[in-house]
């Protein structure tokens, strides 16, 4: 639930903010999960690194990637890491793509691991995760501009009764008095 939380919160902060004040503080969490896997702190590592991983940051995933391809953090998981590895790869860069394959290569069971990847592809990959950025930014603008995106409950107006505001009607509807 937390970490749902935190990527709804960075993808809302993403949509809304400019990306050079995103990009540092994504720098900052990286820094601080790279400090923590030279520590030997693997679990933090693996905490800090998944959290960015699942918000689309290529350089963590391919950390998650290796570090369920070692054991370091995670029980040992190649399904995992080949999954967590194709994500990264969808960056382009060329050591990325070939560590990707390389997971796959070390996997006894290729299409476990290539399903698990088409599902987290679907939750993380780049263009799941624009669609979900997208989808909360409608969400914002609607709220700050007043229009409905959300259950009848919270589309209401001002007024309570789902009336518009209009100049001549700034009190809300007319009730009669069996209403109030």
């Known amino acids: 639930m937390k970490s749902t939380l935190f990527a709804a919160c960075v993808l809302v902060f993403a949509a ?8 540092k503080e994504l720098k900052e969490y990286q820094v601080e999960a790279d400090q923590y896997y030279a520590q030997g702190n693997y679990k933090k590592a693996f905490k800090g690194y998944f959290k960015l991983a699942k918000i689309g940051d ?6 998650v990637a290796n570090m369920y391809a070692n ?3 995670k ?3 190649l399904k995992y890491a080949y999954a967590w590895s194709t994500l ?9 793509i070939r560590n990707s394959e390389e997971l796959l290569d070390r996997n006894a ?15 993380y990959g780049v263009q799941a995760l624009e ?28 007024s309570g009764y789902g ?11 007319v009730m009669s008095a069996g209403e109030r």
């Open 58 to 63: 290529h350089y963590s995933q391919y950390w």
């Open 16 to 23: 809304t903010f400019t990306s050079g004040v995103f990009a």
């Open 109 to 123: 069971d290729k299409k476990a691991a290539q399903k698990k990847a088409e599902r987290l592809m679907k939750k």
């Open 71 to 73: 054991g370091e953090g």
């Open 75 to 77: 029980k040992t998981d």
């Open 163 to 173: 009336a518009p505001i209009t100049p001549g009607n700034q009190q809300g509807p």
């Open 131 to 158: 669609e979900k950025a997208e989808l909360l930014a409608k969400r914002e603008s609607g709220r700050r501009f007043g229009s409905c995106t959300g259950s009848r409950l919270s589309c209401q107006n001002a």
């Open 88 to 96: 990264a790869a969808e960056s382009g860069r060329e050591k990325l």
